[in-house]
Nanobody, 119 residues
Framework: VQLQASGGGLVQAGGSLRLSCLAS????????MSWYRRTPGKERELVAS???????NYLDSVKGRFTISRDNAKNTVYLQGNSLKPEDTAVYYC??????????????WGQGTLVTVSS
């Protein structure tokens, strides 16, 4: 199983960006899909998560600006970020916990994608 993240880049403050993460491989079902971020000198933090049923949770600082969604048919999770701020600059990582084709419960991380918000 692999998680492939995409969509990072450079954006001006106040702008928008959409991240995508595709889970591929021998997957039976995906439970939770999430986005984390890390900046130098800070702990990794959970930005948003979404359950298989669509329940969502957000980091307080992104509430009202970021939206997490998923397409279960495509095994893909998205993170739409609006009204971006310089403090949103970070490497963003997607995460999923799932049951693979063998029935094992496993956790996977995607490679990071850099989001840079210029002031």
């Amino acid at each position: 199983v692999q998680l492939q993240a995409s969509g990072g880049g450079l954006v001006q403050a106040g702008g928008s960006l959409r991240l995508s993460c595709l889970a591929s491989g021998s997957i039976f079902s995906i439970n939770v899909m999430s986005w984390y971020r890390r900046t130098p000198g800070k702990e990794r933090e959970l930005v948003a998560s979404i359950s298989s049923g669509g329940n969502t949770n957000y980091l307080d600082s992104v509430k009202g600006r970021f939206t997490i969604s998923r397409d279960n048919a495509k095994n893909t999770v998205y993170l739409q970020g609006n009204s971006l701020k310089p403090e949103d600059t970070a490497v963003y990582y997607c995460y999923a916990n799932l049951f693979d084709a063998r029935g094992d419960f496993v956790r996977y991380w995607g490679q990071g994608t850099l989001v840079t918000v210029s002031s």
